[in-house]
């Protein structure tokens, strides 16, 4: 029963006058009792389909007149040029099956209207109905743009042939920060689910050199804003023998190649979700500026804004920062009393670390943090006591400073973040298949 034709190649012209068989689910259908028009829809578009009773007979007729949205069909018929039907093209049906029919009693709930009610995606309803709405246009749409996105990584660090690298989900301390863990029983001992692969892309540096993932990392997080989720998906890299511009140039490559890869793959999907392609071309093609933490300071005091020297800066006041910015801006710099042990104090003034943080444009704040690590035993000792930190839940990442410590950096890049930022989407739930805050786990 393998499927042969998609509704795409036929749209393409790629079947003109042949007769086809098409497989896919009514997205609508209307008519009289002598002719129905049902629109087809399947992964790759949407096609009119115009059965007539005369041609098909009755109880064909009266199977596709019956058979409720989202019913699986297989139907063959002839493929006409129409530029009045959607797409240009129509399906003059000659005979039909009803695969997989809906029941009347239960009727698919996700109707335009209750779209309507909806209010585009992000109610209650729809959450607790994803497994239904990944059906529609607009979700099918941002996962096609969410596929590339994944691609693009990928391609960008395989070209420059960086080596695909897995850690594991459950460690024994954090990375982040402990009040973002999510703890798990482990056979009578704590343990926690990973918020980044850093500690242990860290060991296998000396032995790469230049890695790279694409992984889920966990953060126990209680906000429920529009670019939260407790379990994400991370892009993270890391290089030996780099200094912090040198992370910063692959963070920018890394972007830069995203958003031309959309525009290469996914253009009609960009524009399907109203977002602008000479913007998004802007992002591909634009270097992105550079300012330390102090000038980032500086400029929010400015507008007004109530923050003090040495804070990390939270999504409020990045959003207001970034109200100026044409393209993505790098954040670097920032003092050491707000970023955790692992980075590196800058030599030529130890209050500040070598670090970064990549802001995105039109209200979308942070998309990568990275920097230099701190590389050196007798650095990161230091930097483990100032914190209070124990030193044995990070015996195995000091050993990789004793045995041939040398210069290395990296960096994490939220890869829901940036699809939710290059697809224009109002909250980063409309970009992921089965969000995951701290109030749902289900569907």
Not at 21 to 43: A, H
Not at 205 to 210: C, T
Not at 302 to 311: A, L, R, S, T, Y
Not at 355 to 367: K, N, S, T
Request: charged fraction near 30%; include cysteine; hydrophobic fraction near 35%.
């Amino acid at each position: 029963m393998a499927k042969d034709i998609w509704i795409g190649d036929v749209q393409n012209g790629d079947y003109d006058g042949q007769d086809v068989e098409l497989k896919g689910w009514i997205k609508r259908t209307r008519g009289s009792n002598k002719i129905r028009f049902v629109v087809l829809r399947d992964s790759t578009g949407i096609i009119q389909c115009v059965a007539k009773r005369d041609v098909i007979g009755d109880e064909a007729f009266e199977s596709i007149a019956s058979a409720l949205i989202e019913s699986s069909v297989i139907i063959r018929g002839t493929v006409n040029v129409d530029e009045r039907s959607e797409g240009g093209h129509e399906l003059v049906v000659s005979g039909l099956e009803i695969v997989g029919p809906v029941d009347p009693d239960r009727p698919f709930p996700i109707t335009e209207s209750a779209m309507k009610a909806a209010d585009g995606g992000e109610t209650e309803f729809l959450l607790d109905n994803r497994h239904l709405y990944l059906r529609t246009g607009r979700m099918t749409t941002m996962l096609k743009v969410r596929s590339s996105v994944f691609g693009a990584i990928h391609n960008y660090f395989r070209d420059l042939d960086f080596v695909e690298y897995q850690a594991p989900n459950f460690v024994a301390g954090a990375v982040e920060g402990g009040s973002t863990l999510f703890e798990v029983p482990y056979f009578g001992r704590k343990a926690y689910l990973t918020q980044s692969w850093q500690l242990y892309a860290e060991a296998a540096m000396p032995a790469l050199e230049r890695l790279y993932t694409i992984a889920p990392s966990f953060r126990a997080e209680k906000s429920r804003t529009r670019r939260h989720l407790t379990e994400f998906w991370h892009a993270e890299m890391e290089i030996a023998w780099a200094t912090n511009d040198e992370v910063m140039h692959h963070g920018e490559g890394v972007v830069r190649h995203i958003a031309s890869t959309l525009l290469e793959e996914r253009s009609d999907e960009l524009q399907v979700l109203g977002r602008d392609l000479e913007l998004i071309q802007r992002y591909a093609d634009t270097p992105f500026p550079r300012m330390r933490y102090d000038e980032a300071i500086e400029i929010l005091q400015g507008k007004g804004v109530e923050v003090e020297w040495g804070q990390d800066l939270d999504y409020s006041k990045e959003k207001i920062l970034t109200q100026d910015f044409a393209v993505p801006h790098f954040l670097t710099h920032y003092p050491k009393m707000a970023k955790p042990f692992y980075h590196r104090e800058d030599p030529s003034d130890e209050k500040y670390v070598l670090c970064h943080d990549l802001l995105a444009p039109e209200g979308y704040g942070e998309i990568i943090g990275g920097g230099e690590r701190t590389w050196s035993e007798e650095e990161i000792l230091a930097r483990l006591d100032e914190e209070g930190t124990p030193k044995e839940a990070y015996q195995f990442y000091i050993d990789t400073r004793s045995y041939g410590g040398v210069p290395h950096g990296g960096f994490g890049l939220g890869v829901d973040r940036v699809c939710s930022w290059l697809s224009g989407a109002d909250h980063i739930r409309e970009v992921i298949p089965f969000p995951r805050d701290s109030r749902r786990v289900t569907p």
